[in-house]
Structures are given as structure tokens and as C-alpha cells.
């Protein structure tokens, strides 16, 4: 099989020594920008047991402020979503304005459902930032205890994938 060939300073190349090239020169580019939050390789350890993640707890709160935006985002998002049902009015005897009702009612519970998560995560993320919660096994077990109170619920109506 034959490859196209490009001319160069350095002669004639093929299009898969070209593509190795670039693949080489992107690796390069990558590993130069992309750096970890370790300690340079000269330093040492922190004296914390090797193989075991530390985290700083100013992350958490981070994280925390974040989730807790997101939360406020959330709010703003529903009130939107009542002032444009606020137009249909309350009975109106239209079967679409009847089915959007239903519709945005779903919304508004789903909405309400996420900022109620975010709150809670947001708690907890501070706490553990704070420092309130000091091991990983209490935080474990919020977690846990987080996913049992907001579990997900099947999926209700549409199309399933099967038909």
C-alpha cells in the first residue's frame, strides 16, 4: 500500500510519519501544561500513610460555596418556571394548558428536589471543611445517609429503548 508523501526540509515523508509526528508533538504540549498538585518528586511526603489520599479543607469548602451557587442558580431557575405558568391561569378548560399544569408541576417538584440536594450537599462539604466531620468513615456515612434521602426515582413515561 502506498502513502501519500509530503515534501519537507527533510525530505519526502509519509502521511503516518506525519501523523506521528503531531500525536508526538500534542503529547509534548499536554504533559507541559497538565501538571498534578503533588509535592515535586525531591520533597518527600507529608507523613501521611502511603497510598492514602489527603485533602486540603479549603477544597471542601470550595466545593461547598459551589454547590451551594448552584442552589441558588436552582431557585432562580423555578422562579422562572412560575412566572410563565402564572399566564395560563388556573382553569382555563384548555386540555394543553391543563397538560402543561401537569408538566410544569413535575418540573417544580424535580427542581425543588435538586436544590434540596444541593443544599444538603453543600452542608455537607462545608462541614468537612470546618473540620466537623474529622473522619472518612463519618463522612462515608453522611454520604450514604444523602443517597438513601434523595435517591432517584424510575423515570416516568416516554419511549423506552426497547420499542
Known sequence: MRHA?????KGPRTVWE???ELK???????????????????QGGT????????????????????VGSLRKDISGALAQLEDGQKSLGK?????????????????????????????????????????????????EAEIAELKVQYADTPAVGGQTGGR
Open 47 to 66: 507523613g501521611a500513610p502511603a497510598g492514602k489520599l489527603r485533602s486540603d479543607k479549603a477544597a471542601w469548602s470550595k466545593a461547598g460555596e459551589g
Open 18 to 20: 506525519e501523523w506521528e
Open 5 to 9: 508523501r509530503r515534501d519537507t526540509e
Open 91 to 139: 382553569d382555563s378548560g384548555c386540555l394543553s394548558a391543563a397538560a402543561q399544569r401537569d408538566v410544569h408541576d413535575s418540573w417544580e417538584r424535580c427542581v425543588k428536589g435538586v436544590s434540596a440536594r444541593c443544599d444538603a450537599l453543600a452542608g455537607l462539604f462545608e462541614k468537612v471543611g470546618n473540620d466537623q466531620m474529622r473522619t472518612d468513615e463519618a463522612i
Open 24 to 42: 508526538t508533538t500534542a503529547a509534548e504540549r499536554r504533559s507541559a501544561r497538565m501538571r498534578l498538585n503533588q509535592l515535586p518528586a525531591d
